[in-house]
């Protein structure tokens, strides 16, 4: 956490990362998303927090679940919500970002919600618009509305966040999910581990203030929280597993590995999931999976974000 990100001016435009946000903002959007949840669960699913404002969301890689996230958010909160798919052009891509955001800024959106597979990507575009810009997944470096909604997920289960025990496992190379949890849970106070096989493990992980594990059932050993990854095939280029087959072995969990966790710790999923490959169908829908709960805590974080960045919890921005 930074300190001259504090919740000053500036910054509240702009949800580029977890690091760009200091404690107090974090408290402050688990709390509203707390209202957001009321609002999604009431018959009249309406605020008017952003009433004629103009939301835009630019995705420049595909996304089901954070996009339709991002969009039913929006509509409740009373934005008028545009979805732009841009597909991946091969050349000059820095170019077509930054064009593709200008003429859509001379339009006069008030909220531009991005996803790019180049990480930083959100953040250049950010100082190059006139309003606010959320990230929703900037190459493997962050997705903050996903550890939002995580942190969210674990505080309404568990109570709290501070001093529980949370695994995060498999490919944390390719994961911007995997970045923004261990900041944000490092930032609650949460003790982070990681799990996963060396190639799948980004060198200097252990100066994030995590403890690094090879085996599943040493690194789950006690944990109240299991957050399985995604294997990001899309993003190897090489192989950095021998097999689908022995990764589930040694990586997927299933029963026996979730044993070594504590009675009752939560399975989470940031999906989409690749059953039998990181994680069992029996577990993924078994009693301790909250995976369905975290899609639903999206919505509400997602509210939650950009009601606080166009002032709507009283502070003017
Ligand atoms: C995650 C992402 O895109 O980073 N998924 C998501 O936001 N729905 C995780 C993943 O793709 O594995």
């Known amino acids: 956490m930074s300190s001259q990100n504090a919740s000053s001016a500036p910054t509240r435009r702009h949800l580029t990362g977890i690091a760009t946000l200091s404690l107090p903002d974090i408290q402050t959007l688990l709390d ?5 949840i009321a609002v ?12 004629g404002r103009t939301q835009i969301n630019l995705f420049f ?3 089901t679940r954070t996009q339709s996230s991002f969009e039913l958010a929006g509509k409740r909160l009373g934005a ?5 798919s841009v597909a991946n052009s091969s050349v000059k891509k820095g170019e077509t970002l930054i064009d593709t955001a200008m003429t859509l800024n001379a339009m006069r959106p008030d909220i531009l919600v ?5 990480a930083g990507a959100v953040a250049l575009l950010a100082q190059k618009v006139d309003c606010s810009v959320v990230n929703a997944g900037d190459g493997a470096h962050e997705h903050p509305t996903q550890a939002l909604l995580d942190a969210l997920t674990i505080r309404r289960r568990m109570g709290r966040v501070a001093g529980l025990r949370v695994a995060i496992c498999g490919d944390v190379l390719h994961s911007r999910v995997a970045r923004s949890n261990i900041l944000l849970l490092n930032a609650l106070g949460a003790e982070v581990r990681v799990i996963g096989p060396s190639t799948l493990l980004p060198s200097g992980i252990a100066d994030m203030g995590v403890t690094v594990f090879r085996k599943m059932e040493e690194g789950l050993k006690d944990a109240d929280v299991v957050m399985m990854l995604r294997l990001q095939r899309e993003r190897m280029e090489g192989a950095f597993v021998p097999s689908v087959r022995e990764y589930f072995r040694q990586y997927g969990l299933d029963g026996d590995k979730l044993s070594h966790a504590r009675a009752g710790a939560l399975v989470m999923h940031p999906g989409p999931m690749n059953r039998g490959v990181e994680i069992a169908s029996g577990i993924a829908d078994g009693p301790q999976s909250v995976i369905e709960e975290q899609v639903e805590m999206g919505v509400a974080v997602r509210m939650a974000v950009m009601e606080w960045l166009a002032g709507g919890d009283g502070e003017s921005r």
Request: glycine share 0%; net charge positive; proline share 0%.
């Open 32 to 36: 509203l998303s707390e209202e957001e």
């Open 40 to 51: 999604s669960r009431s018959r009249d699913k309406k605020k008017s927090a952003l009433k």
């Open 61 to 63: 890689e595909a996304s």
């Open 80 to 84: 008028d919500v545009m979805n732009m």
């Open 114 to 118: 991005v996803r790019h597979h180049a």
